[in-house]
């Protein structure tokens, strides 16, 4: 098959550049893997997206997100977000696509205030933004007769020039990307895509850590397949925990909001004692990323599951009042936090690098593009501001579908390499397998690459996860594939992305924090050959 654009992952990011490089004329494919709308960062967001405030301006907006990216953000990036995100949310999200922000009763928009913003600027709809969001942005698709959605199908690897092609003159050419190998998971058909212009958009990466708020579409596939082909990677390090995330094993860490430390309520372990007074004087209401290691550290200690937030010396009805959504989640779990305390556990939340990109979405191969929570424009630096990726989103998927327009009118007679079809094995997947190697990804990257890194720890996780990678390429070589085998290939890859980052950045800033005390004590440096391959 061939397109002019083959869009990869149908979040936020993806939806917005799919949909406006069709509205400029493209053919565009776009890749969704799964019906479940649930598999996708963008339908979780809860709190809300950037818009502006009274006495708001992008000089304002810029410095807070420079702030907040601990000395590593561009400036460059944090500008363009911040002079073109409120007017593009007010374009496309509100008038083109309709989303239902919250109004005040006087018509104007509810807009609130979030941590580490110097004003209110942000607009909810409710504390269901994301899905509000997801839901106008797929009926928006689906109306347009240029986009092609193929459901469910999952990209398997990207095809370049010199990777792929038939012709062995086309490894001379420079790095470029002609399309996909993409799984229809309903056939179990794996199909050659050929596009002039490819787009990753496949999200985030939470699901290498035991806990997360991400669903289970964020396995760094996007990280795994621009690493094969050769791209650059920038900021993998950086990944960001949320302090406190319900915990409850069998379902998602949903988000218990931070605002509830704000209005009182105490962080204890299981025996109901307070532990953050030892951590920090500001205990309970100490920054976010010092609760996060706070508990991990009390978690290693006590060998418990999870620690407990305790609202319960509040009125019942005011915590009804206060936290509707939190009530209802917990309660709907068999939990009442006005009567029991609320099992909580850090949970990696947002990967702030991923795969290079300028600011219009270019990524280091021709003709491949990232956008999203999978790209790296360097606007988040070594943290994040509260609210700014449903806006990157926006703002970088728009960008690149006007440079991906330009590119298509520049080359109209794309030719194409010829390329051999995919090879299916027969042997059936192990389930059992893949269930526990994933166990094993999870776990090293929580206990030995998550909140508190060493270089111990981390050389212990290169071990483990290279010997694994070579289990898993012999286990993928052999077996049918499948979603999940996908799945893993990536994940093993992207949490190797990771960990090489880490051990490679040996500065411990924003959600990089590194243990140097062993180090010191031993006086030992990185050896040359732990350096990223
Ligand atoms: C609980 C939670 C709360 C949040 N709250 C906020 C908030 O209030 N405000 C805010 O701005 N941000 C928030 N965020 C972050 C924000 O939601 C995400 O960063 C953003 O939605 C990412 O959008 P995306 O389009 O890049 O990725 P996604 O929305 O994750 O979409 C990526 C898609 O690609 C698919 N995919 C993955 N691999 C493949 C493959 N190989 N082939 C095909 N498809 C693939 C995935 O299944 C998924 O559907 C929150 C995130 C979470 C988890």
């Known amino acids: 098959m061939e397109t002019d654009v083959l869009v990869i992952g149908s979040g936020i990011a993806g939806g917005i550049t799919a949909l406006e490089a069709a509205q400029a004329g493209a053919r565009v494919t776009l890749l969704h893997r799964s019906f479940d709308p649930e598999k996708k960062n963008t339908r979780w967001a809860q709190g809300g997206i950037i818009f502006t405030g009274p006495g708001d301006s992008p000089d304002l907006l ?32 509100i008038d083109k696509l309709g989303v239902p922000f919250n109004r005040r009763p006087d018509g104007e928009f509810d807009i609130t205030e979030e941590g580490a913003h110097s004003l209110p600027r942000i607009l909810h709809c409710e504390d269901r933004t994301g899905m509000r969001i997801n839901e106008s942005l797929m009926a ?56 002039r212009e490819t787009v990753l958009a496949t999200g985030g990466l939470g699901e290498l850590y035991l806990h997360t708020t991400n669903p289970d579409g964020a396995r760094g596939d996007g990280i795994a397949m621009a690493y094969r082909a050769g791209a650059r990677l920038l900021n993998l390090e950086f990944v960001q925990f949320h302090p406190t995330a319900l ?7 949903f988000l218990i909001s931070e605002s509830m430390r704000g209005e009182g309520a105490r962080l204890v372990l299981r025996n109901g004692k307070e532990f ?34 305790d609202l319960t010396h509040k009125n019942a009805d005011w915590i009804r009042r ?39 979405g270019r990524t280091t191969i021709r003709r491949l593009w990232a956008v999203g929570e999978v790209a790296c424009t360097g606007l988040h630096g070594a943290n994040r501001l509260a609210s700014t990726s449903l806006l990157e ?15 298509l009118q520049k080359n109209e007679d794309a030719v194409f390499p010829p390329i051999d079809p995919w090879v299916s094995q027969k042997e059936p997947s192990d389930p059992a397998l893949i269930l526990q190697d994933w166990l094993t990804i999870k776990y090293t990257m929580w206990n030995y690459v998550g909140l508190a890194r060493t270089t111990r720890r981390m050389k212990r996780a290169q071990k483990i996860l290279r010997e694994l990678q070579t289990e898993v390429e012999d286990f993928y070589a052999r077996s049918r594939l499948d979603d999940a085998l996908i799945g893993l290939r990536n994940g093993v890859q992207a949490a190797l992305a990771v960990l090489y980052a880490a051990l490679q950045d040996r500065t411990s800033r924003g959600s990089h924090y590194l243990d140097r005390s062993e180090d010191e004590a031993a006086g030992s440096q990185l050896a040359p050959q732990d350096a990223p391959i």
């Open 62 to 93: 810029t410095q807070d997100i420079v702030s907040a990216g601990a000395g590593v953000t561009l400036p460059a990036a944090a500008r363009a977000l911040a002079e073109q995100g409120p007017r593009l949310v007010q374009e496309i999200l």
């Open 140 to 195: 928006a698709i689906l109306a347009e007769p240029r986009i092609t959605l193929r459901q469910p199908a999952v990209a398997i690897d990207l095809l370049t020039l010199s990777h792929h092609s038939r012709n062995p003159l086309d490894m001379y050419e420079p790095n470029t990307c002609v399309g996909a190998y993409v799984l229809d998971r309903a056939t179990g058909r794996v199909e050659t895509i050929l596009a």
């Open 247 to 253: 915990y409850y094993p069998p379902g998602p860490r």
């Open 276 to 309: 953050m007074a030892r951590h920090h004087p500001l205990g309970s209401l100490a920054p976010r990323d010092v609760v996060a290691r706070a508990i991990h550290d009390e978690l290693l200690a006590s060998g418990d599951p999870c620690v407990y937030l």
């Open 322 to 360: 206060r936290f509707p959504s939190i009530y209802a989640e917990c309660l709907k779990l068999g939990l009442d936090i006005t009567r029991q305390p609320i099992p909580v556990v850090p949970a990696a939340h947002y990967s702030c690098g991923g795969v290079a990109t300028d600011l219009d």
């Open 393 to 407: 989103g926006l703002v970088f998927g728009v960008r690149a579908a006007r440079e991906i327009g330009a590119a």
